[in-house]
């Protein structure tokens, strides 16, 4: 199994910045790709940012060039750096590690709101 823990969400003013973090546990050596995911209320959860174990990555591009996803490997960590927020960016913000041989794990989320 995998653990994920995100943090660093909370309450910001449009043009702010927020940087989420998310630390994962147990059987890290089974995950080949982190995401990070957004659930804004009434809404379906859609995907904002992928790194690949590898490095690479990709974005949706309602976030591209405002976000930016990076890991760092001793930590376990993965982090969304938020720029220029919007109100629209308001919602709860999973962290998905995606695996070989095991299901696909989600944290517990965290709330991010954008204050106009």
């Known amino acids: 199994q995998v653990q994920l823990v995100e943090s660093g969400g909370g309450l910001v003013q449009a043009g702010g910045s927020l940087r989420l973090a998310c630390v994962a546990s147990g059987s890290i050596n089974r995950v080949i790709a982190m995401a990070w995911y957004r659930q804004a209320p009434g809404k379906q959860r859609e995907w904002a940012a992928r790194i690949t174990r590898g490095g690479n990555t990709d974005y949706a591009s309602s976030v591209k060039g405002r976000f930016t996803i990076s890991r760092d490997n001793a930590k376990n960590t993965t982090y969304l750096q938020m720029d220029n927020l919007k109100p629209e960016d308001t919602a709860v913000y999973y962290c998905?590690?995606?695996?070989?041989?095991?299901?696909?794990?989600w944290g517990q989320g965290t709330q991010v709101t954008v204050s106009s």
């Open positions: 998905n590690a995606i695996t070989i041989g095991l299901p696909n794990y």
